[in-house]
């Protein structure tokens, strides 16, 4: 059993509680957060002890840490639990800054120690039955990739206004998703995008609804749509064109039931938050890290892979503001 | 081309009309009805000569006739016009009684004319895909058939009173497709039924609403839902397990427009009308009729059968006032 | 806290020792198995004592048992539990002997114990909103009700010998289902069967495929199809047609990608498993159970009902044998 | 009944014959076509008359004609027409050149006939139901707008190379869709777009898979993919995600029938061919036309929407080659 540390204890942390203490092949020991309170209280639920980061990475005992963190801590936490030689699964993004997070795999590379970054969909079961398939050569080669990601509504104006940005924050998920079905980053991106949700987000300098596309040096070409609000749900969908044919996977519904009368045919909404649709993908990405790390195995999302979702982030922003497309470039990718 | 002729320019005769007039492969020279007005505007529209059926069997130029006349003429007019050589297409049912539609058989075939009944469900495409997939043995042997048939809305009481029935009239197509899926007549048959939908249905000594069940000699078991009033449309759908799987055929909706928003996703009903579902299924039925006189191919859907859907609709009938199962005899079959 | 104790450590033991250790509402203290390796190894795992039934009787600290031994010692349990003053959840069915089940139900009613019989499917997530929309009025008054329920694959024939045939051991469910959504148990039953899936549950007295159908009084109708063998996965549905429309639950899905090539548009099975599909309602039932015993509320599921259950399998089986429909008397529901 | 004649008796040009015999409101005088044999062919085959061009448009008892006639001789026939008096309905696209088209509008509207361009989705009773339901504000405002059109196969390379390529070809049917839906032409387009399907696309000099996202001046953003190979069938889907909802049109399939066995629940196809999945909309176009031409109503596709869709082709077929996003001017539109 692998004696492992939370390092954050906020929403996500909590999430991530959930996942770290449904398995019996780890054992959280320790929590840290700025916040001790929020560190005591969630230890004390969940039988682990409260300690501060620096006590947590000199503990030789502490194998591996769960970066859960705010955003601008990650860089410089996976540096040192690195240099501390642990192993690290940290949530995305990398960093905001691409810059920075260069600097951090180039640091955390140099320690030989894994580092798994949190992109959960790859682990969600309908996503990871697409690619499975995929890979399987079901379609041919993949042309035409097309993912659809709306959250049910937008977040608060302040966390806007820190947050990267649509495509740092919330798109970095569909670029990570596009770069994994299609083997890599593609060769340019093209961003589109607009305040149509809320004229505050547009006042924050941030877009709620985009439009972006990535074409790979052969041609293939994906499109990622991203709103704010869609209202009705946590719509995720994703479907690929390829030689032989199309692959998709739609949305999870409420449950199964159907109404049928004058008024028409009612079938129930996609799940509504994100933790009743993606819970199993937390616990599936956490069982995954722990055999990564037992076995020694290549971590199943690397520090590269997200530097590479964040280098998306960063072309497809400077896109929305240049417009015409941006190259994604090898000094881009590290 | 075959000269053909039109017995019954009622609501029925003028469904035939338009799937006799949309072929090149016949010409409808005649039309009859004991409304001689009704007769004249139907044939004046097609081209066709209004004439007294007399008249129509004693000309040999005709070659084939089409009985949508009244039911309780049915018997009639088949005997009468294989006498007169001509190929028949009539309307189910044969006859509501089992002993005349028995007598009608046995003069027909003394004849030699070929006699089609027009079980205009077995040309639906979806029916007939269904059949083609299960006699292509696609889920092995068939083992338990569930057909649910309802209508928008049941007919007037009056008509009910002279329509034999539920069984006789509504079912007798979900008797026949299931003789026809399975490859004869079941052993026995079982009925439930209550008048849920207009109690002067009850009152004029029917059912509404209907269960029966059909066992075969070799334990295969098929179960029919009728209903006279489903409201949201015409709702026809066949199920049938088999050794090796499932296969259904579901409603055809009236389009495919789906609108998702926080009261759910609701899409269209099925097609409200049975002309709407079912018009290609005249068509292609009219079509596989002529096939069938100019290559003399064996009729497509038999008086034979038709005799044994009307025996099930007996055996329906007795079980449902009987309250115990009725065996389908020889006797009852021709 | 509840301190409870679980009696029977076997296979739906193991399941319900899941449910009962993922919340906080109730603590497993004892296990009890016949077999008292079992009962260690299961205590071990989730930090409880093997204790032989009598001592957990005596034990004036566990207030709740749930059986989940072997079918023939529900009854005797029942009684004992009960006048020990325990709250009772016990596995369907109640017994296999109506008679005994009947004189179980006066014994536990008369020490006014509450007794819960796990019949899950009600609270599967899908059946819950099924007959939360029902009861809502959504379709107005329930006509025809179908289910369909199909194991993906038959149990061993050793298993078929005693466990009291087809309508006590796996259609008793769909009765439960069937009193449940209309309100309490048929006027009469009728029964089709027959041995198709294999000669072995034929020879052993049993059938493996059957039809039965339940009448109310008011003529409401309700029929079910049961076959041990989909093949496909376990498929269960439930349809209501009613006077303002149609509701359904359909089946749930491995997942929801689908493949469209010129070969035809591939989804995924239903789930194969009852525990993929049912491991929610277990939870769920288990949580209703205890909100149940510690608000003193109504069971959910009464002993009553699993007695009602269980006189519709009584009717059933003598329809099949006897081959005309079975009344429901009063002295069969207690 | 309008008297009315068709110019073109190709391929398209058959279609339209159908659906203009299939009506009473008008009645096809006359044919012609630049191969005289084909015109006296169907002349012939609908009881019209095989007549010149000029002929035709100098004879006054025609009210109207249809031209289905080589993209090349649109304009041409568009102006003489109209010159003639006569009421238009012109086969998509209006010219290959937006230069020449805008001088076709100048001069067809300075006659005053009403012209109409064949862009037959909108007559798709699917889509005319989704464009119904958002006129209606089921949705409320319309934010991203997503067009999937995939053609079964692509044509011969021959055809490419006189088509004017994917956007003036193919995707002008897009590029009027997304108008229409969201009431004119967008303020600016980008085109990605490459050649997967078949190398000898790429070396005429055309692509045959391509992006292309709108975006309108307040903000309202479509994003549109082609492909020319969708090896499934005719693959043409629409959704807009709106502030309050989600509504989409998906595909018409082959039928209704499902199999489910152990590899899946295997479903029907899309339809593969333009014309059964269209036959009816081009129906509908016709009748809109002559509903127009007799009550003087404006007509439901304009010459000047004609000219829209084009300039949105022209604009695509710029970006594609330049890179950046092109802006759709005033000059454009005409």
């Known amino acids: 059993m692998l004696k492992v540390a939370l390092l954050g204890a906020g929403r996500i942390g909590l999430v991530h509680a959930k996942s770290m203490t449904a398995t019996t092949a780890s054992r959280v020991v320790a929590v840290a957060d700025v916040n001790m309170q929020a560190a005591r209280d969630l230890a004390d639920r969940i ?14 005992d502490i194998e591996a840490v769960l970066i859960a963190t705010s955003t601008d801590t990650h860089s410089d936490l996976i540096t040192r639990a690195t240099a501390a030689g642990k192993a690290v699964l940290c949530e995305k993004p990398v960093d905001l800054s691409l810059e920075r997070a260069l600097a951090t795999l180039a640091a955390a590379e140099a320690t030989g120690c894994p580092v798994m970054i949190g992109f959960n969909r790859r682990f969600d079961p309908n996503f990871a039955a697409l690619k499975a398939a995929f890979d399987d050569g079901q379609i041919g080669a ?6 659809t990601s709306f ?43 607009a305040s149509l949700v809320d004229p505050a987000i547009g006042a924050a300098g941030d877009v709620d609804t985009a439009v972006v596309t990535m074409v790979w040096d052969d041609g293939r070409l994906a499109v990622v749509k991203n709103s704010r609000r869609a209202g009705y749900g ?15 996977a739609s949305n999870v519904l409420e449950n199964t039931v159907q109404k049928i009368t004058t008024a028409g045919a009612v079938s129930a909404k996609p799940l509504h938050f994100f933790l009743e649709r993606y819970m199993r993908a937390y616990e599936d990405e956490w069982a995954a890290f722990l055999t990564a790390v037992t076995t020694g195995a290549p971590m199943p999302v690397t520090l590269r892979e997200g530097v590479a979702a964040l280098a998306c982030a960063e072309a497809a922003t400077r896109s929305l503001h240049g417009g015409a497309s941006v190259a994604i470039t090898p000094d881009m990718l590290g």
Not at 142 to 147: A, K, W
Not at 164 to 190: E, K, N, Y
Not at 234 to 248: A, P, T, V, W
């Open 47 to 60: 039988g682990a002890q409260a300690r501060s980061v620096e006590d947590i990475l000199a503990d030789t």
């Open 142 to 147: 993949g042309e035409l990739l097309s993912i």
């Open 151 to 193: 959250d049910p509504a937008p977040p608060p104006v302040d966390y806007i206004a820190s947050s990267g940005g649509l495509f740092r924050d919330m798109m970095i998920h569909d670029f990570d998703m596009a770069c994994w079905l299609f083997g890599g980053p593609p060769a340019r991106i093209t961003a589109q995008g």
């Open 234 to 248: 946590y719509d995720q969908r994703i479907e690929i064109l390829g030689s032989g044919g199309l692959l998709s």
